[in-house]
């Protein structure tokens, strides 16, 4: 089981680190680079991936706001919290926004939104977005590879390599479900704060 869990990893691990840094993707990113740790993946790889899904992430999200303002689906995405003060700190600092949108656990969709609402340059945010999302993936990549150093040297070479892929699953999961549960916690914040 374990093998065959490997093998899969080695094959699409790279396509899900991409696919989960389309969305939030901090833990995709940090799974990569402790696969990377583990040498199913090559670091740079890892990184590059990660740049790559998290600029076409946040450029989809610009596109939809820019082009479907209208549309249902943007048109609820504007009523979730948060999407005010984003929009609001967008016109006010826009550099700065799309700079640092993607650090901000949950914001990330609402901030692609409210940049394609706003009046930025569409050259502008590109080029702010893939600055911001490459320093993003070096940062989060390295920190998953640090973090296979560390649990490494925690849990020693006693584990097989799988056993410590599984490890990895296991706490890359729980990583998400905790940042899931920070965001929803101050999503009903917002919300509350807003009503």
């Not at 869990?5 to 899900?16: D, T």
């Not at 940049?115 to 702010?128: D, E, K, M, W």
Request: glycine share 10%.
């Amino acid at each position: 089981m374990s093998d065959a869990i490997h093998h899969f990893i080695e094959q699409y691990g790279l396509i899900a680190v991409f696919l989960g840094c389309v969305a939030e993707g901090e833990s995709a990113a940090i799974l990569g680079g402790f696969f990377a740790h583990q040498h199913i993946f090559i670091l740079w790889q890892t990184v590059v991936v990660a740049a790559l899904g998290a600029f076409a992430g946040d450029t989809c999200f610009f596109i939809l706001g820019r082009s479907f303002a209208d549309h249902r689906y943007v048109v609820g995405l504007r009523k979730r919290p948060g999407f005010r003060r984003a929009y609001r700190l967008l016109n006010t600092h826009p550099n700065i926004f799309v700079l640092s949108n993607r650090y901000v656990y949950g914001m990330r969709l609402v901030g692609g939104i409210a940049a394609g609402l706003s009046n930025i340059a569409a050259p502008r945010f590109i080029v702010l977005n893939a600055i911001s999302s490459a320093v993003w993936a070096v940062l989060f990549s390295t920190i998953g590879y640090v973090f296979g150093l560390g649990a490494e040297h925690f849990i020693g070479q006693a584990l097989l390599r799988h056993e410590r892929i599984l490890v990895g699953l296991a706490i890359g999961l729980a990583v998400a479900v905790f940042a899931w549960l920070i965001a929803r916690h101050f999503a009903r914040k917002e919300r509350a704060r807003e009503n």
